[in-house]
């Protein structure tokens, strides 16, 4: 157990939904981030907040935004789903607002949409 | 801006055969941090090992070593007498000192099959 928590583990929703990831930093982590991971892109870095504000934006499509809350939790939402935004969603923490000591990852969300 | 770069898109190797997976990065920063994720079949995403720009020195965990060569701006991963459970996607991933989320650039993995 790394210490990061995602769920759902698995979604399934059909195309045009919207849905909520929801992710749970380690104990004393200050920054949240997440990925897409699908298959013919890679890891895809879309967002970081650190300690309640966005910090870091990367290719995150207009139709998704997330906020990170008072208690650090964060949740990614996902609207107008087509089904290329079918993929592994990660999140990962830190302790502080910088990359250099890596990240631990969540066991991530697999979102299928049909 | 920084690159990584996993040449090996598949290796397959049989168990306890050893094996390397190559990591190439480019970066303009003297200062910079490289790691290497592993990601089993179960998806998660599990940190291996972390290394500084200034610390040369090879590690040795176990069966995992890594070779870091500025020279040659490499920071290869070995597996030695390679198991089954070793099966994977290794990711490597480079960051610029003091950098935010959207400068962490992940290689695009390479997946290790290894085969009883």
């Known amino acids: 157990d790394s210490g990061v928590t995602q769920t759902p583990k698995h979604l399934i929703t059909a195309t045009g939904q919207r849905v909520t990831l929801r992710c749970s930093p380690r104990s004393g982590d200050l920054s949240v981030y997440w990925y897409q991971q699908s298959l013919d892109q890679g890891l895809q870095f879309l967002i970081q907040y650190y300690n309640g504000e966005e910090r870091a934006k990367g290719n995150i499509l207009e139709r998704f935004s997330a906020q990170q809350f008072p208690d650090l939790h964060s949740e990614l939402n996902l609207s107008s789903l087509e089904l290329g935004d079918s993929a ?27 | 801006a920084q690159k990584v770069t996993q040449a090996q898109t598949e290796i397959s190797v049989v168990e306890k055969e050893d094996v390397t997976l190559d990591c190439v990065y480019e970066t303009r920063d003297t200062t910079y941090y490289l790691f290497w994720y592993k990601q089993p079949p179960s998806g998660e995403l599990v940190f291996l090992i972390r290394r500084n720009s200034f610390d040369e020195q090879n590690e040795i965990s176990g069966r995992y070593s890594w070779n870091f060569q500025k020279s040659t701006s490499s920071f290869n991963f070995t597996i030695t007498a390679s198991q089954v459970v070793d099966s994977a996607v290794y990711f490597c991933a480079l960051s610029e000192a003091f950098d935010y989320g959207q400068n962490f650039v992940f290689g695009p993995g390479t997946r290790l099959s290894v085969l009883p």
């Open chain 1, 88 to 114: 592994l969603y990660f999140c990962a923490s830190s302790r502080g607002g910088r990359t250099n000591y890596g990240y631990t990852f969540g066991s991530g969300t697999r979102l299928t949409v049909v």
